[in-house]
């Protein structure tokens, strides 16, 4: 066996190893930022004080974020952290729909691509809480009951508070990743069923559910940043 049978085995063997191919989630992430990108220059160049057609459907969307947060965080806050939650909402929509498109894949449907939203939510809230509260934003973490006779409580409260934390990425990726992949795989089986007349429910089923995970994912994250810079209690 030459070294050029060694190399394809490497390449393209029983496991698939392509260690050049880039992965189709990282693929489809980037096109779903360059489609927001554009839309958002498009609408940018075509601002008018009475909106029509997608700057209108634009506009909505942004609205309606922007009361989700300003009601959860407050009017101060919500300037401040509306680009955040705005741009993973737009994005994980976008990457959900996607993957109804026939040929196209979600970018969501892959624990990595998800990982790497909700770890910059897991360090904004910190950082925004320290920010507001300084030192004592270890308050947060200590529990009601605050005196030297209920130090052992306050000590465990801090644990599992901090524990409650550190999975919040956590449970944010597996959440948006486990309901991805089970509705490709449910929408698959369905269409394989009866695809003659199933497929018009197993796309609205696929938009309804696509929307859901798009929105508690953000409403997480606004919660977590709306408890970080609320006074500790």
Known sequence: ??????????????????????????????????????????????????????????????????KLVEDNVGHHWSKQLFPLIGTLFMYILLCNFMGLVPGFASATANINNNAAMAIPVFLATHFYGIRVHGFKYIYHFLGPIRSIFALPLMLLMFIIEGIGHLVRPVTLSVRLFGNMQAKHIILGVLAGLAPAFIPILILALGTLVSLIQAFVFVLLATLYLAGAVEEGH
């Not at 050029?4 to 392509?18: S, T």
């Not at 009475?50 to 922007?66: D, H, K, Y």
């Open 1 to 66: 066996m030459g070294p050029e049978v060694l190399l394809m085995d490497a390449v393209v063997g029983p496991n698939k190893i392509i260690p050049y191919e880039v992965p189709h989630y990282v693929s489809y992430a980037f096109l779903s930022s360059i489609m927001l990108i554009t839309i958002a220059v498009i609408v940018r160049a075509s601002m008018r004080m009475v909106p029509t057609g997608i700057q209108n459907s634009v506009e909505a969307i942004v609205e309606s974020l922007f």
